[in-house]
């Protein structure tokens, strides 16, 4: 148990700068029978436990009310081969599972930028997408067994693998992004897809969005599909000192596909072909940490609406200022408000702006990052009944006293004060 307000800090602030809990402290379990231990003591105490992998994620999730305890997955870790798929404890990182599939023959589905700090539990526990979606699906699609411990200190397994029966109820559905509030994930039966061969990048620039949608819809598969307008090409190059790779233009596609596709992707004039491309796409993300905190949302909107957002948010948004870039192929994209100096605060008014305009386009205000409490009020205000009741009924089914995750995500919460701080 770490309860240094210095130490617990670090946990408590998410990766944003946005939102601080106030943890009573931070709990590190190595097993999954210090898990089980930590269930019971908080059904015999009564205190909520807040599930927290990499606190990479970017709603808001992780960052626990006053009262309750931080119950971090990072020392839980570990890789163990099973049949050309691997068991990963619930705390190895994204990369960790990577790596150890590639030294194997294999690839794993699942990369995003935060790679070397999420989590398989907390990509399993937000349903993540990233970068090779469009290709291999979510984090879910990854996912073939589960091992969690309930509230009440019981422990669900599924991870014996496929010759399990695939009748009746899954965990590894049910859980999947849960966010926390149904249980606690200690480890993964993850599947491993074949080798990609030799991969090729392309970074092209269009004048018209629809001529980029156009393109990709004409492409030969694709791995993954990124898309970003020239303000996002500006920050980038200047903070992260890369050289403009292509002649300016309103929009960017970049894409990546296997060598023996290559040939019969036709992009426009204004392209260009290389290694180190998605640099261009990786450090858009930590170009922001420039300019104050940021506003990030996650929202879906049908992707050729893109454009119609973009141009009725950068008006909406001044003098704060818009940066937008995300999973095309997905309609997955991510909205950032960075205040017009890092010394100012971007009103958090603007993000009820952002919310009604993806509705008003015919969207959804959260994608892959989950709803967190960034986004609960307005998840749960347009949820329709039946899916409000059937949340309602699994989260008294297995957390009736609504000790796990309090707050966050679709499931009800104990009455009394849930909140934290917004910096
Ligand atoms: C630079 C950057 C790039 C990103 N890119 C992407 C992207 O492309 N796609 C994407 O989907 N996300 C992206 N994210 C968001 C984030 O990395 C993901 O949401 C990730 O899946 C969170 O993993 P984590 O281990 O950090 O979880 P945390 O942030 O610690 O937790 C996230 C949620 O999962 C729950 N949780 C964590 N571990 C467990 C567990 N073992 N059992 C039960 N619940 C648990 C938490 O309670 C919380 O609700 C990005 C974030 C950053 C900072």
Redesign the pocket.
Known sequence: MVDDPDIVARYAV???GRFRGRPACVVRPASVEEVVALMRLSAEAGFGL??????????G??QAPAGTVI????A?RGITDDDGAVVAA??T??AEVARHARERGHEFGL????RD???????????????Y?CRFG??ADQVTGVE?VLADGTVVSTLEGPHRSVAGVDPARL?AG?????????ALRLRLHPPIGPTVTCLSGFADFDALVDTLAQSPPVLAAEVFGHPEMEIVTSHAGLPAPLARSRWYLLVELEERHAADFRPPPNAVVGDGLWEYRDRI??SFGTTGVVHKH?IVVPRRRLPDLVERLGEAVEPNRLFVFG?VLMD?F?VNIAPPDPAEVVPEAIDDVVFSAVEELGGVVA????I?RLKRERYLARLDPVSRRLAEALKRAVDPDGR??PG??VWPAPSGEQAVDLL
Do not use: K, Y
């Open positions: 998410d990766w944003t807040v599930p927290q992998g990499g606190n990479t994620g970017l709603v999730a992780t119950l971090n997955l990072e839980l619930a705390g990182t994204i990369d995003m930028a935060s700090s999420a989590t398989v539990g907390g990509a399993f526990a937000t349903n993540a997408g990233g970068l979606a979510r984090m969690a859980l849960s966010e926390g509030g149904l249980a606690v994930v200690t993300t930590e996650d999973h997955d991510h994608g892959e990052h989950g967190g796990l995750n966050v995500g």
